[in-house]
């Protein structure tokens, strides 16, 4: 007879295992259970083929993760804490000592800052490449080059490279090339195979803090590859680095995936249509949005985009430089719907403006405008109120 306190932990109930749901069962686990010693001694963390300890995978975290290497159109994932841990996780993992990585120079501002803080210390260099020019790109690879970084579009400023461009000249030269895969989503073009080349990046890493999330309250990331082996490297740097997610945070990415693709599309309906108004205004100087015509790169998002016809819903404007900082930032306060706040992909529109004289790096590319730049994250609400509160705020300028 064993006592209560054993009792509660040791109970020989289980229940019946035929439920079935919508959703997948939520799996919560540091230890694992092995059957026996030998069970023990067989285990084996790099594959999917059973399980050994919650960091290395639970049936929620696998589930997860098979359904965001479909997404994106690749075979192996691994979930990180963050968007910004899947770009650590990348270069970790395969970048060393003496080595360099090449990143766009209007990269996601934080992947530029890992450069020059971690990696520098590692004694791994960086060197920004005008994301517009893949001639620059091939220029700058080198002998010590094993990585190259590409995003599409770039942060903030919007610009839409060549990816294509970009590939080839990496598989020119045999280096690895990782997209930041944030704003695609997995849905306006295939990172694996662009525009049905049958070409396409090495890694696609993703912040599914942003759409799969879809919320504005789950931080996590993702690395995609379709290549056993890469993944391997990339699974060991996980491990050992401990990177591991809460299953409550899964399961709420789960819940929201379904409805990606419809948030998805209409987050670049309202976007569309918000910036298309904008750029009628005589206040804007210029709108930064690649499905728009006249939008940097807008020939390249039509080449690799226009047969899925999405964009993410997020854009820039450039105020007439007649608007100093004062202006915009009180346009910025009189908005009602739109909220001050960084991230995107939630529900509520958020706008931020941004010092673009801080961010570009003006020795590779420079940024033409004179007028203060805010980016908008065009949320769920109806469009109507979202224009009707952008004109009130444009009135305020
Ligand atoms: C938000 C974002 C990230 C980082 O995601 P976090 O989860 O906030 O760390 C990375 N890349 C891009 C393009 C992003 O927009």
Same mark, same amino acid.
């Given at each position: 007879m064993t006592k209560p306190a054993t009792d509660l932990i040791h109970h020989p109930y289980t229940p019946p295992d035929t439920f079935d749901a919508p959703q997948p069962g939520v799996f919560k686990a540091s230890t694992v259970f092995f059957k026996d010693v030998a069970a023990m001694r067989a285990r084996d963390w790099r594959t999917k083929a059973g399980y050994t300890y919650g960091l290395h995978g639970t049936p929620t975290t696998f589930t997860l993760e098979e359904r965001l290497a479909t997404l994106e159109g690749g075979t192996e994932c691994l979930l990180v804490?963050?968007?910004?841990?899947?770009?650590?996780?990348?270069?970790?993992?395969?970048?060393?000592? @003496?080595d360099e990585v090449l990143i766009p120079d209007n990269a996601y501002g934080p992947n530029k800052a890992l450069a020059t803080g971690e990696l520098a210390s590692f004694g791994i260099?960086?060197?920004?490449?005008?994301?517009?020019?893949?001639?620059?790109?091939?220029?700058?690879?080198?002998?010590?080059?094993?990585?190259?970084?590409?995003?599409?579009?770039?942060?903030?400023?919007?610009?839409?490279?060549?990816?294509?461009?970009?590939?080839?000249?990496?598989?020119?030269?045999?280096?690895?090339?990782?997209?930041?895969?944030?704003?695609?989503?997995?849905?306006?073009?295939?990172?694996?195979?662009?525009? @049905?080349? @049958?070409? @396409?990046?090495?890694?696609?890493?993703?912040a599914l803090t942003k759409y799969p999330s879809g919320g504005g309250d789950v931080l996590m990331g993702s690395v995609v590859t379709r290549d056993a082996a890469l993944h391997l490297k990339l699974k060991l740097t996980h491990m050992r680095m401990g990177y591991g997610i809460g299953v409550n945070d899964?399961?709420?990415?789960?819940?929201?995936?379904?409805?990606?693709?419809?948030?998805?599309?209409?987050?670049?309906?309202?976007?569309?249509?918000?910036?298309?108004?904008?750029?009628?205004?005589?206040?804007?100087?210029?709108?930064?949005?690649?499905?728009?015509e006249g939008s940097p790169g807008h020939a390249h998002w039509k080449a690799l985009c226009g047969p899925a016809d999405l964009a993410a819903g997020l854009f820039s404007i450039v105020f007439d430089e007649r608007y100093g900082t004062e202006s915009v930032d009180r346009f910025c306060d009189s908005l009602r719907l739109f909220r001050l706040g960084y991230s995107w992909g939630g529900p509520t529109s958020l706008v931020v403006p941004y010092d673009i004289g801080l961010m570009r790096d003006a020795s590779v590319a420079r940024w033409p405008h004179k007028g203060t730049l805010v980016r908008f994250s065009i949320g769920l609400e109806d469009v109507d109120d979202l224009r009707a509160d952008l004109a009130q705020a444009l009135a305020r300028l």
């Open positions: 804490p963050s968007g910004l841990a899947s770009i650590a996780l990348t270069d970790f993992a395969l970048l060393k000592r @003496g260099t960086h060197r920004l490449y005008d994301a517009m020019n893949a001639a620059d790109l091939a220029a700058r690879i080198s002998e010590r080059t094993r990585l190259v970084w590409v995003e599409a579009p770039g942060s903030v400023t919007m610009e839409f490279p060549d990816l294509r461009a970009l590939v080839a000249a990496c598989r020119a030269r045999g280096v690895l090339v990782a997209l930041d895969n944030t704003w695609g989503a997995g849905l306006a073009f295939d990172p694996f195979d662009l525009a @049905g080349s @049958g070409e @396409g990046v090495d890694i696609s890493v993703h899964v399961e709420t990415v789960l819940r929201s995936l379904p409805s990606l693709p419809l948030r998805y599309a209409a987050h670049d309906r309202a976007a569309r249509e918000l910036a298309n108004w904008l750029a009628e205004r005589e206040e804007v100087a210029q709108v930064l949005h690649p499905a728009l």
